[in-house]
């Protein structure tokens, strides 16, 4: 066996280092072949070849010449080598940048058995050689490259079983000189990456194979191009493929190239991946290439293995498929052993010594058995979501949110043209997903059922959001642990719960993000796309917390004026994303500027506590950890007061000022009063305390957290570090014995499940194509109050009540309330007025025996039954000819036909009626301003003489449609593209590494 050593140096200085490794081989070559690379050539070589020649190696000399490429020049200096008269004639192939360990030699030709046309070594890297530069070459079928292992991967023995692969790039490569000459050598016009992978291709389709041999390393310098392929080689390797697919495939292969560079670059562009859409883009002139088939004809070879047979040496596409996502989303490093090795220390052993684990146990387990009133009762009605403190229960489902939202006109009862909070979209997305659950997809009210679960699962939610989003202010983990616990286990926070403040429990569990985002837009470092995730979130809790969106508008303000050109940018995100966003509602909130200080769940009647009290996050009603909370307040307190240039303690401690600003002025702020009908009905609203002590925790919270890494470094030189164990203990401590303070008080049994008061028969009339109403009522001893439901959803959770004026159908139904009950006289009999309004069902909750008798004994009623503590009486008057009555009807002098509609007496298009005098809708007079009534297309005009809206028909008409249309629909529509273009630049934008970066 006759080995020669092919070395082509480019410096004299890196001919002499690979000179010297290939001297220091156990096995040296037979012949040594020094070409000469240099640009103005090495000169005399004679110094450097001394030591190779007195070891007994022969020595030959040539030059790269002109074109200065060994892979367009190789096959030439192959064919002039002396040949071998006994064995295998082997040539070793080194640039000036391979160093290979004395092994090297020896293991490889120990691989070079039978059948083996090439060799290949694990370049590894020369500065640090437990990191892997490339073994083997790895493609697939279609040549797109999926380098495994990638470059920089520690090398611990984990690819050491490979033995087989498709191609081996140059370096290194230990080949069969027969091998070489029957397959005429490379392919020059493939370029380097494209001509070794064409030629080992074309070496195992000849049964010569490619073989990879671990324990031989060569040390070389990576290139950018081994570290990142670059599109050159992307193409090369395509254009390899093309070659060598068959020649009935290769047009398909080629239009398959096109199109999923194509498809996949533009679609990475989208993705905000600028550089990989480009590599991918880059790879479409591979398919077009004609000097494809020059390669196609030249590099002809013995085919004694079939195509098929050479499947397992690819990459499977599923796996290429999977690295490409992996990229995408920026998973660059995929080095398992540094990984692993990262974990053992981060973790220091397992996942029982991290925090996470043990917080997020804790708080469900606190929060489990604080619910145990809660959960007890929705075991029993799961899918009808919770009612009572600031739940007004009801029955919603995801398209009656959207319709709620969309229409110009929408709520329940006699409705209202004022824009809701986009909060409504939100809720109607979750509830679409609650209904595609097993078990809960027949829900009674799968918006309850949300509200339910954001109750029951908010606290555990928001302790671990706290805990992930405070490493914007330390990396202590522990710490934040104690921090996150203690955000959720004061008083208010329990509060929330209790009393379904859904608006609480969304800034418990949103609210951490938002201010550390806020915090990182303020600093140099933050990307972009950060701040739009930000504003995102803001803009989320700003629909249920409108006080919320202002203090961010007012941030990004701030960033915008006095920040650099960076700060501006996120700025201008933090401003414009909520604007945007909240849409059409802005008009809400501009006519009612109090609204920004209420929110779903955030308004109370006056607190009786005292000042003190308030101060110290106690709420009448909760548990008592005024202690607790006041030692997790003096804290913070504490850590405010430690010297040092922190900006985030400066934040914090105004955070703190305007939550007990709130918390102690809240209760003398007058937004409203409570609507008549109800049992507090003209009681004063002020903004909840709650939401002030919520402030006051978090930024006591934040406080320890900032500083407690700059106070080592404070108290080092003094030699009081022991001062570092008070935050350490008393923030867990005050934490855990505020939770378990809650624990042992519960949340209270303010809410329970809950109930529809209408039948089953009500509720499906209220829900069939006649959409009629049900007529509500209950007496007490502060009187009686009565509200119609039907199809439309009312508000789910508390807020600031909207101002409702009076409309004539209120008043001619609520006479014929009192004329039934015996409490007042009316002109019109009761069943015809509630008949005309499209009350279908009479429900009247516990009634006296005394009533009972008195609504029978009105015309036009009939008993259905009594079903837990209601009683049901159907409504059957000749307004609507003894039949049901419905939304909206066709009347003429003798008959009453009914039309079918949805939520608000929309027909959804034209729909056939029989011949008729009359359309009459049982809506308020304000409905007819924001409905387009036609017959026959023709738009026709509403009586004004009628408390309803009545509409003549011209004769002969056939068909009728009314269109309550969309609110805005313009303003909501650029709503939705905001909504679009925020989510896409919310993307992270594509961080490529630096090719040079030492890694």
């Known amino acids: 066996m006759t080995v020669t050593a092919v070395v082509v140096a480019r410096t004299r200085e890196d001919a002499g280092q690979a000179l010297s490794a290939l001297l220091a081989q156990d096995r040296l070559p037979d012949r040594l072949l020094l070409v000469d690379g240099a640009l103005d050539g090495l000169g005399d070589t004679s110094d450097l070849l001394q030591p190779v020649d007195d070891a007994g190696i022969d020595v030959l000399t040539s030059t790269l010449g002109p074109r200065r490429g060994i892979r367009r020049i190789l096959p030439a200096m192959v064919e002039r080598l002396p040949r071998a008269t ?154 390899a493929a093309l070659a060598r697919a068959h020649i009935t495939a290769a047009p398909f292969l080629a239009l398959w190239i096109a199109v999923s560079s194509l498809v996949t670059g533009l679609g990475l562009m989208v993705l905000k991946r600028p550089g990989m859409g480009a590599d991918e883009l880059a790879s479409l002139p591979a398919a077009l290439d004609v000097r494809t088939l020059r390669s196609r004809l030249r590099g002809r070879a013995p085919r004694e293995v079939a195509r098929s047979d050479l499947k397992a040496l690819f990459v499977p596409g599923r796996d290429a498929r999977r690295r490409l996502v992996d990229d995408a989303r920026g998973s660059v490093d995929r080095d398992g052993g540094i990984e692993a090795r990262s974990l053992e220390v981060e973790r220091g052993g397992g996942w029982l010594n991290h925090p996470l684990p043990w917080l997020l146990l804790v708080t469900v387990a606190m929060s489990a058995w604080s619910a145990r009133h809660i959960t007890g009762e929705l075991r029993h009605r799961v899918d009808s979501g919770l009612v009572g403190g600031e739940l007004l229960g009801g029955r919603a489902t995801a398209g009656q949110l959207w319709d709620s939202w969309w229409m110009s006109w929408h709520g329940s009862g006699w409705g209202s043209a004022g824009e809701q909070s986009p909060a409504l979209v939100v809720l109607a997305l979750l509830s679409k997903i609650i209904a595609w659950v097993p078990g809960l997809g027949a829900a009674h009210s799968p918006a309850g059922v949300v509200l339910s679960l954001l109750v029951v699962g908010a606290l555990p939610m928001a302790a671990v959001v706290a805990w992930r989003t405070s490493r914007t202010f330390s990396d202590r983990r522990w710490l934040r642990a104690a921090g996150a616990l203690a955000w959720v286990t004061s008083a208010p926070a329990a509060m929330a719960v209790g009393e379904g403040r859904i608006g609480a429990l969304c800034v418990l569990v949103l609210m951490p993000r938002v201010a550390a985002g806020l915090v990182r837009a303020s600093r140099r470092t933050t990307s972009f796309s950060d701040s739009v995730r930000t504003a995102l979130w803001g803009a989320l809790l700003a629909t249920v917390a409108p006080s919320v969106g202002v203090v961010i508008i007012a941030i990004g303000l701030g960033l915008l004026l006095i920040g650099d050109n960076r700060r501006r940018w996120r700025g201008i995100a933090l401003v414009a994303v909520p604007l945007l966003l909240a849409g059409p509602w802005l008009l809400t909130l501009q006519s009612q500027p109090r609204r920004i200080l209420a929110g779903w769940g955030l308004t109370d009647t006056p607190e009786a506590g005292s000042a003190g009290m308030l101060a110290l996050g106690q709420l009448s009603g909760g548990a008592v950890t005024t202690w607790w909370t006041a030692a997790i307040l003096a804290l913070g307190l504490l850590a405010l007061l430690v010297p040092g240039r922190r900006p985030a303690s400066w934040g914090a401690a105004v955070v703190a000022l305007v939550g007990l600003g709130w918390a102690l002025g809240a209760p003398h702020v007058v937004i409203g009063h409570r609507p008549a009908g109800g049992a507090d009905a003209g009681a004063a609203i002020t903004p909840w305390v709650g939401t002030g002590q919520i402030l006051m925790v978090g930024a006591a919270v934040v406080a320890v957290l900032v500083v407690a890494d700059v106070l080592p470094h404070g108290l080092r030189d003094g030699g009081r570090r022991r001062w570092l164990l008070l935050p350490a203990m008393v923030l867990p401590v005050a934490a855990i014995g505020s939770g378990v303070m809650v624990a042992q008080h519960s949340y209270g049994d303010d809410l329970t499940t809950w109930k529809d008061p209408r039948p089953m028969v009500a509720t499906g009339a209220a829900e069939s194509p006649r959409a009629s109403r049900a007529l509500v009522i209950e007496a007490s001893d502060e009187g009686i109050s009565y509200r119609l439901m039907g199809s439309e959803p009312g508000p789910l959770v508390r807020d600031l009540p909207m101002p409702q004026p009076p409309v004539p159908g209120e008043e001619e139904v609520a006479s014929a309330v009192a004329q039934m009950l015996g409490e007042g006289e009316g002109e019109q009999v009761p069943g015809d007025v509630l008949a005309r309004h499209g009350v279908s069902h009479l429900v009247v909750v516990t009634p006296t025996e005394a009533q009972r008798r008195l609504v029978d004994a009105a015309p036009g009623l009939a008993r259905l039954g009594s079903s837990t503590g209601t009683t049901t009486w159907a409504v059957r008057s000749p307004v609507t000819a003894g039949e049901m009555p419905s939304r909206v009807r066709v009347t003429s002098a003798r008959s009453s036909h009914p039309v079918p509609t949805r939520s608000h007496a929309d027909t959804d298009g034209a729909v056939h009626v029989p011949a008729a005098d009359q359309l009459v809708v049982a809506e308020s007079l304000d409905w007819s301003d924001r409905a387009r009534v036609r017959a026959d297309g023709r738009l026709v005009q509403a009586q004004t003489h009628s408390a309803i809206p009545t509409y003549e028909l011209p004769d002969g008409t056939d068909e009728v449609s009314i269109d309550v249309g969309a609110g805005h629909a313009v303003w909501k529509f650029i709503q939705g593209l905001a909504l679009v273009l925020a989510l896409y630049l919310a993307l992270p934008m594509e961080r490529r590494p630096d090719p040079e970066e030492k890694r």
Do not use: C, F, N
């Not at 611990?156 to 050598?185: F, K, M, N, W």
């Open 86 to 239: 006994v064995g295998r004639d082997l040539v070793w192939v080194l640039t000036s940048r391979s160093r290979p360990h004395p092994e090297a030699l020896r293991r490889l030709i120990a691989a070079t058995g039978r059948g083996v046309g090439m060799a290949g070594p694990k370049l590894v890297d020369e500065s640090d050689p437990s990191r892997i530069v490339r073994l083997g070459l790895q493609v697939t079928r279609t040549g797109r490259i999926v380098p495994d292992p990638v470059a920089g991967t520690t090398d611990q023995g984990q690819h050491d079983a490979d033995v087989d692969a498709i191609a081996a790039p140059l370096d290194g490569l230990l080949l069969d000189r027969e091998t070489y000459e029957s397959l005429d050598g490379h392919d020059p016009t493939l370029g380097d990456l494209g001509g070794d992978l064409d030629l080992g291709w074309r070496s195992q389709r000849a049964g010569r194979r490619v073989v990879l041999v671990p324990d031989a390393r060569v040390a070389v310098h990576p290139t950018a191009a081994e570290r990142r392929p670059t599109t050159s080689h992307r193409r090369q390797a395509r254009r």
